[in-house]
T-cell receptor
Framework: AQSVSQHNHHVILSEAASLELGCNYS??????LFWYVQYPGQHLQLLLK??????LVKGIKGFEAEFIKSKFSFNLRKPSVQWSDTAEYFC?????????????FGKGTKLSVIP | DSGVTQTPKHLITATGQRVTLRCSPR?????VYWYQQSLDQGLQFLIQ???????AKGNILERFSAQQFPDLHSELNLSSLELGDSALYFC?????????????FGPGTRLTVL
């Protein structure tokens, strides 16, 4: 069965530090990949997505992610975090050839940014 | 604000009871998805509807059912509730329910079963 793994449960950074959150998926075929963010008390919002093309994807709020097919990875990065980035981050995937569009989510990584 | 609305925001009920959660998709979206978020299982896909028809089923228990109405709103019915059903239930919507769509999530309904 397809799965998505996020290696870090909780990451604590100081403002201006660089961020990299790991995401790996287990599916041999073509996948669509997403990063969603959930700010405290709010709904899930799409940060960025990768369907095909340039493996370096830029999203909102200065986030980017790199798709590395050989490593089955889609890591999220931001050069300099702000306190307002404190949130939970979810990586998600679904196999492109599937008949339906059901996302498989990772367990999430909680990011705490200290001012 | 994603444009997806869910009611109620919070629901507290007892074991053995039945509840109904409601979702209104974004204007123009034809597909609705239900997800359950719990501490131990994370975010899990339950079921998808497209224009009133069930399109896909995930890890949805037999005690749970859903439907999408002609006005495209959807309801998730949870019956014979157990303590372990306590979770955050999210609804999402997308335009066509196909693999080039983006899913937009609602604020969720927090269900507490006592």
């Amino acid at each position: 069965a397809q799965s998505v793994s996020q290696h870090n449960h909780h990451v604590i950074l100081s403002e201006a530090a660089s961020l990299e959150l790991g995401c790996n998926y287990s599916y041999g075929g073509t996948v669509n990949l997403f990063w969603y963010v959930q700010y405290p008390g709010q709904h899930l919002q799409l940060l960025l997505k990768y369907f095909s093309g340039d493996p370096l994807v830029k999203g909102i709020k200065g986030f980017e992610a790199e798709f590395i097919k050989s490593k089955f990875s889609f890591n999220l990065r931001k050069p300099s975090v702000q306190w307002s980035d404190t949130a939970e981050y979810f990586c998600a995937a679904f196999p492109r050839g599937a008949g339906s569009y059901q996302l498989t989510f990772g367990k999430g990584t909680k990011l705490s940014v200290i001012p | 604000d994603s444009g997806v609305t869910q009611t109620p925001k919070h629901l507290i009920t007892a074991t053995g009871q039945r509840v109904t959660l409601r979702c209104s998709p974004r204007s123009g979206d034809l597909s609705v998805y239900w997800y359950q978020q719990s501490l131990d299982q994370g975010l899990q896909f339950l079921i998808q509807y497209y224009n009133g028809e069930e399109r896909a089923k995930g890890n949805i228990l037999e005690r749970f059912s859903a439907q999408q109405f002609p006005d495209l709103h959807s309801e998730l019915n949870l019956s014979s509730l157990e303590l372990g059903d306590s979770a955050l239930y999210f609804c999402a919507s997308s335009p066509q329910g196909i693999n080039t769509d983006t899913q937009y999530f609602g604020p969720g309904t927090r269900l507490t079963v006592l």
